[in-house]
């Protein structure tokens, strides 16, 4: 398998923008620099645990503030300044009847993102969360208000040949990743991810199959409500584009490329961005897990940035989420996408924190603290 074994190693490919970004040679790596970062991350881990562990704390063992003081290297967490990026782009592969609807539908919620009216900026401002769509491919002419990152305007139909070239896997990696180092350096603390496309739980269906090598119909679901015949030929439409692009399994890029869409190459790159930039990025449901299993299979130690969200009802979101070794915070039967599920998680890292600045210790409570005595907690 390719990795990528140094987040310096990230940064170096990903700002120079090339297709060396899987080849730079491992001594290039700054190893006293990543041995100095591994040592303070844990040491905030280890206090970070401490202290949670001294509180009647309701997260108990299911809390992730100690994973981010871990990612962050630091145990006094703040995330008061938070955004959702919702990542647009289109599929060609939507000409195989892999859909309900056409293209023409990215577009229409592009642009209510853009106009704040979609569930997700409801939901955001609810959390405090700041919205910003992204314009990763989406067919025609730019739309207002939406960031243009556009690698173009849609991918190709994969059962053709490719989605897009190996080139652009990488462009669109880079482009999500610069869209962290910009959050942060705008005084962001936490991110949330979020997708828009029509045909895209097809083409993170056909990405998770190959990667985790599994049938092609355990991999996919309705979507947004396929009939029987849909679904049918959305899986067929999986099956013919992996006989006739022939994926690496071992090569995520060239899995991306072939199967893939710009939003999901997009999102890798926020996963890989939060590693890179010390950020915590919550996964929404199925194609953003999807997207940070490419970023894990690409570079392990993105791992430590990825935070699960949700339990989507897409099919073989449970089994992406146990790929990545994440557990949800909800499972509540969410299937819209958009970010709507990162974004609910939010309020309950909001509380976590709460409990964790502010709650009196069992001590202080003159209350002996809890000793577990069996059972794997959640």
């Not at 987040?7 to 990543?34: D, E, G, M, R, Y």
């Amino acid at each position: 398998m390719k990795h990528i074994h140094s987040i310096n190693f990230i940064k170096h490919t990903t700002l120079l923008a090339c297709s060396a970004l899987l080849a730079v040679s491992l001594a290039a790596c700054s190893q006293p620099a990543v041995s100095d970062a591994a040592s303070t991350a844990g040491s905030a881990s280890s206090s970070a645990t401490s202290d949670t562990a001294q509180i009647p704390n309701p997260w108990t063992g299911c809390t992730p503030l100690a994973d981010a003081a871990a990612l962050t290297g630091t145990a006094e967490l703040a995330f008061s300044r938070r955004a959702v990026l919702v990542l647009c782009a289109d599929n060609g592969v939507v000409a195989q009847g892999v859909s309900q609807t056409d293209s023409s539908v990215t577009r229409a919620v592009a642009e209510n993102l853009a106009a704040r009216r979609t569930s997700v900026c409801r939901m955001a401002q609810t959390a405090r969360c700041e919205v910003l769509p992204v314009d990763m491919g989406i067919a025609g002419e730019p739309v207002a208000g939406v960031l243009d990152c556009r690698i173009a305007p849609g991918t190709a139909d994969f059962t053709l040949g490719p989605a897009m070239s190996r080139a652009q896997a990488v462009e669109a990696v880079g482009r999500g990743i610069r869209l962290v180092q910009e959050q942060k350096k705008a005084g962001v603390g936490l991110l949330a991810t979020g997708e828009m496309g029509i045909g895209n739980t097809t083409t993170s269906s056909a990405v998770a199959a190959v990667l985790l090598g599994q049938p092609v119909e355990r991999m996919t679901g309705r979507g947004a409500g396929l009939s029987d015949a849909g679904l049918a030929r959305k899986v067929d439409a999986i099956h013919r584009g992996i006989v006739r692009n022939q994926p690496d399994p071992a090569d995520p890029l060239d899995v991306m490329a072939k199967l893939g869409g710009f939003d999901i190459a997009g999102l890798c790159g926020i996963f890989l961005g939060g590693a890179l930039e010390r950020v915590p990025v919550l996964a929404d449901g199925f194609i953003s897990g999807v997207a940070a299993l490419c970023a894990v299979r690409l570079c392990p130690a993105a791992e430590k940035a990825v935070f699960a969200s949700h339990c989507s009802t897409e099919p073989a979101a449970k089994l992406v989420l146990d790929a990545l070794n994440k557990k949800a915070l909800i499972t509540a039967g969410l299937h819209l996408g958009e970010g709507t599920g990162a974004v609910a998680a939010i309020p309950l890292w909001d509380m976590a924190l709460a409990v964790y600045d502010g709650c009196y210790s069992f001590a202080e409570g003159g209350i002996d603290a809890y000793t577990p005595q069996g059972g794997a907690g959640c």
